[in-house]
């Protein structure tokens, strides 16, 4: 390897597993605290939306157009259908026992399906963060190191839209950072492979394919998952507090970070 691989691969590491630190929110909130649920499931619900229509798509759209600057926001929005049918998919995937139909308490099993599909949802998104973050510190440090800064803030809470579902969903806080910990690892995982196998064919078109993809997986998950489960709990006013604090605080993020 080369002397600036590893400065690389070490953001990417720390970037990823970032979202282990949104997890210990979750070890330190008390189970029954049915306010506090509706506000995280919100916040989380607010992050994502945010995270996908004002950073991810615009994204896209800006590197698909450079090869197709007539349909490249056309292609952005085939893309982002494709992320949310994707993410039915792994939807209907998840094993019966622990899905949303035939009846199951949205308290206990069903949590536990929200948690796991977002960890899923979260491993996607960022396996090609952890590619850009790698491009860029690997090319400049010093640019490396502030994107670095940015997919880490935002990974935080990323780290409680998995954790929160699942530790509500079983009790256990082990399991719940675990998953949230386990979903930062595809960042170091994509830089590794962004050294090994993909640099030669990455460009901006692909790459903006996998941004918009993302996107969608985020959007059916917010919309489909976490907005609804923040209403359940009969704490209407948490909800919308947790949805309006989660969307200024991602753009009090990527604002402060420049993307």
Known sequence: MTSGVLPALLLSTIAGLSTAIGSLIALFSKKNDTRFMSAA???????????????????????????????????????????????????????SDIGISGGID???????????????????????????????????????????LSIAMHNIPEGVAVSVPIYFGTGKRGKAFLYSAASGLSEPLGALIAYLCLAPFLNTSSLGGVFAVVAGIMVYIA?????????????PRAAVVGIVMGTLFMLFILTASGT
């Open 41 to 95: 499931l919100g916040f989380s619900a607010g992050v994502m939306i945010t995270v996908s229509f004002a950073e991810l798509l615009p994204e896209a759209q800006k590197n698909i157009s450079v090869s197709n600057p007539r349909y490249g926001p056309a292609i952005s929005l085939c893309f982002l259908a494709t992320g949310v049918a994707l993410a039915a998919i792994i939807d209907m995937l998840i094993p």
């Open 106 to 148: 949205r308290s206990g099993a069903s949590l536990l399906h929200m948690g796991v599909v977002t960890a899923i949802a979260i491993t996607v998104h960022n396996f090609p963060e952890g590619i850009a973050t790698f491009m860029a510190g690997y090319s400049d440090i010093k640019i490396g190191l502030p994107v670095a």
């Open 223 to 235: 919309f489909g998952e976490l907005v609804p489960a923040s209403e359940r709990y009969k704490r």
